[in-house]
């Protein structure tokens, strides 16, 4: 059959073969969705809680440690005198205000030497018999404020000839919120005290 112009009409398979369009539609899963319980929601709160917990524990007990030095100390006196060793300054670059809870001192002596610790404000002291001309006052550290210029000494006093190592100083503080115990100050004091009443300390 021709038509008027001239063409002849397409067959239907022929339009059929291209029209037709191959689809593989793939089914669909349903999104899932993770919903915690409000027991859930709670123990994940207080895993986050307990984490920052620590941290801040961690970061009240474990305040920046003070200045140590390797220098050894050595002084010498007499029986039935007052002797004053520095053993811990905090000098200009000391940019720290600390509260001091407690000053440790342990030493190893032949004989019987008492040991207090003081701290020397406004002033440092190396071995003398003579603090007041370096100190501004002398004061039980305990719950004293430590700042730029202060130093820790200590007052060693023995009625009869000893020898002694004094290790290096443990003070607790407290600084902002945190606190804690750290080393302090030079390695060790080698103190000798003879028996004669005769040995004077050096000045300073």
Known sequence: MVTRSGRRPRSASSNNARGLEVRFDQPRLPAVRW?????????????????LLALLTLYI?????????ARTVTAQGAAGQDLYIGMFAAGRDFDRT?????????????????????????GTVGVTTKPDEFCADLVDP?????????SVVLRVRATEGVIAIVSRLQISFREDLRGGTSSAGYQRAIVTISGDGGATAPQG
């Open 142 to 150: 305990e719950g004293e404020r430590m700042v730029s210029g202060d």
């Open 98 to 122: 600390i509260r001091i809870r407690g000053v440790k001192v342990d030493a190893k002596a032949s004989g019987r030497l008492d040991i207090v610790p003081l701290l020397c404000r406004r």
């Open 35 to 51: 919903r915690p319980t409000t027991w859930q929601q709670r123990g994940i709160v207080a895993v986050v809680l307990a984490g």
């Open 61 to 69: 007990k474990t305040p920046t440690p003070l200045p140590t030095s």
